[in-house]
């Protein structure tokens, strides 16, 4: 980075913790639903648990989700291939507070594939941003699905490496034979930490 | 208050040492050949503070211990939440004393600012949660004990979105200062939360605005964890051309957002 550069930099503001009082200002009704009359796909039940270092339960965090649609089209401006059909019913972006029992559910869709970086392929995946009371900036992680064989190629997971990578793929809940449910217990810290990105 | 260096800084090594492959995202190639992906947001480890802050004692049992891994920005990072129309989020609120049948008690103000990204360009269009605790330092929260009162004709929430110049303004009373359980006779400083998205998945934020001048700024331990000479970019300005003459003073916070081509990104060759 050349002096010249930093010099024409902004420094960015800061992250603070969303702290433990933001239930009455950023949940908003419906925010963990990403179905919509029309959406296209096979519906699916994102669920799992904060957890801290002791593996409590951390009942005042907040989940959010940014995921494709079923066709693997994000819905973003910077997506402009017009070979992946858009999903005018599908937006992709959830946010849900975990409950006394530091869980939290989405109802979405199975996202498709999208493309990586350079020729590669990601496999299916939904970005997730952890945020709390003792977070001081958001924790970013990523979900991923247990029976896809893109997972053995995914860009993203090679370079976590195998010894870390299944903290990043989703457990299907075989019990719930409606609709496919994955269990997706967030590690903040602990034997099992989950990976955090830095993205 | 000194503050403990983290026991992992991965973030802030520097971008070009790491070894990461070819970044370009395959929709946008990079028409110079051998280029890597020159469309990734600035790192954001220049975003303060570390996950892990002892004195923010809540941090300890909350902070990963192993460290962060460094990704390429995907498609996925670079997408996000964008059009807030009305299909996200709740009901636009700009003025926070009108939300109760009377007026609320305390020093009506009015909040200004731009949101600009880290070469100053305005990020329009994008939404601006706030939310903060009433004169008397209560929130409206039912974990909310501090022995203060409530305010009957103020709840505390709002969001507004950025005009074409990245402008946003909303009207509200000036919070106060509560007690809290970190450590003995401690003390947050008075402060809005803000939640901003920016441009897509990488640019989210979520900050807290100060007042000029409060003592308890460089003793609270989550102002803290930031570093002086960045925590003073999270407390706005006093500014006599937006205060109203016989209604309201006027308070200026402009947020800094990551941006993009920051960063060279320049395949080592």
Redesign the interface.
């Known amino acids: 980075?050349?002096d010249t550069?930093v010099s024409?930099?902004?420094?960015?503001?800061?992250?603070?913790?969303?702290?433990?009082?933001?239930?009455?200002?950023?949940p908003?009704e419906g925010?963990e639903n990403l179905l919509r009359e029309g959406v296209q796909g096979e519906r699916i039940i994102i669920r799992g648990r904060v957890l801290?270092?002791?593996d409590?339960p951390?009942s005042?965090a907040m989940v959010?989700i940014?995921q494709?649609s079923s066709s693997g089209r994000?819905?973003?401006?910077?997506?402009?291939?017009t070979e992946v059909p858009a999903d005018p019913a599908f937006?992709?972006?959830g946010r849900c507070p975990t409950n006394e029992d530091g869980v939290f559910t989405f109802h979405t869709v199975r996202p498709g594939p999208?493309?990586?970086?350079?020729?590669?392929e990601?496999a299916p995946?939904i970005?997730i941003?952890l945020?709390?009371?003792?977070?001081?900036?958001?924790?970013v992680t990523?979900l991923y699905f247990p029976e896809s064989e893109a997972n053995a190629h995914d860009?993203?997971l090679d370079?976590?490496g195998p010894e870390?990578a299944d903290t990043l793929i989703a457990k299907r809940d075989e019990e719930n034979s409606g609709v496919p449910t994955y269990w997706f217990d967030i590690h903040?810290?602990g034997e099992n930490?989950?990976?955090?990105?830095?993205? | 208050m000194p503050m403990r260096p983290p026991v992992t800084m991965?973030?802030t090594t520097?971008f070009?040492s790491i070894p990461?492959?070819?970044?370009?995202?395959?929709?946008?190639r990079s028409k110079k050949e051998k280029t890597m992906?020159v469309l990734q947001y600035?790192?954001?480890?220049?975003?303060?503070?570390?996950?892990f802050?002892p004195g923010?004692v809540?941090?300890?049992?909350?902070?990963?211990?192993?460290p962060?891994?460094?990704?390429?920005?995907?498609?996925?990072?670079?997408?996000?939440?964008?059009?807030f129309g009305e299909?996200?989020?709740?009901a636009p609120v700009h003025d926070m004393t009108q939300e109760g049948k009377g007026e609320p008690l305390g020093e009506r103000i009015i909040v200004s600012g731009r949101v600009?990204d880290?070469?100053?360009h305005p990020v329009p269009n994008t939404v601006v949660?706030?939310?903060q605790?009433n004169s008397a330092g209560r929130?409206?929260?039912k974990?909310?004990q501090h022995d203060a009162p409530l305010d009957p004709n103020f709840?505390?929430?709002g969001r507004v979105v950025t005009d074409e110049e990245g402008r946003y303004r909303f009207v509200t009373i000036k919070p106060g200062a509560y007690p809290w359980r970190n450590h003995y006779n401690a003390w947050r400083p008075a402060h809005i939360?803000f939640?901003l998205f920016g441009p897509?998945?990488?640019t989210?934020?979520?900050?807290?605005m100060y007042f000029p001048g409060d003592p308890l700024i460089d003793i609270d331990p989550?102002?803290c964890?930031?570093p002086s000479e960045?925590?003073n970019?999270?407390v706005s300005r006093f500014d006599i051309d937006t205060t109203e003459n016989e209604w309201a003073l006027g308070y200026v916070f402009d947020?800094?957002?990551?941006?993009r081509n920051?960063?060279?990104m320049e395949n080592p060759q």
């Open positions: 980075m050349s550069l024409e930099v902004r420094p960015l503001t800061p992250w603070q913790t969303v702290g433990p009082f933001f239930h009455y200002a950023l908003w925010g801290d270092a002791m409590q951390v005042d959010e940014w494709a994000y819905d973003h401006p910077e997506d402009n291939r937006i992709g972006f999208v493309p990586g970086p350079g020729n590669t990601q995946h970005a941003g945020f709390g009371r003792g977070l001081l900036r958001r924790l990523r860009p993203i370079l976590v870390r903040i810290q930490e989950t990976v955090f990105f830095d993205v | 991965p973030c520097p070009a990461v492959r070819s970044v370009a995202v395959k929709t946008v992906d600035s790192p954001q480890a220049l975003s303060e503070p570390p996950s802050a923010y809540s941090t300890v049992a909350r902070s990963p211990r192993k962060l891994v460094r990704i390429p920005q995907t498609l996925t990072e670079v997408t996000g939440p964008a059009d299909r996200l989020l709740r600009l880290d070469r100053g949660e706030v939310w605790c929130y409206v929260h974990k909310d709840t505390g929430q939360h939640s897509c998945f990488a989210r934020l979520i900050t807290q989550i102002a964890a930031v960045a925590r970019r999270m947020i800094v957002l990551r941006g920051a960063t060279p």
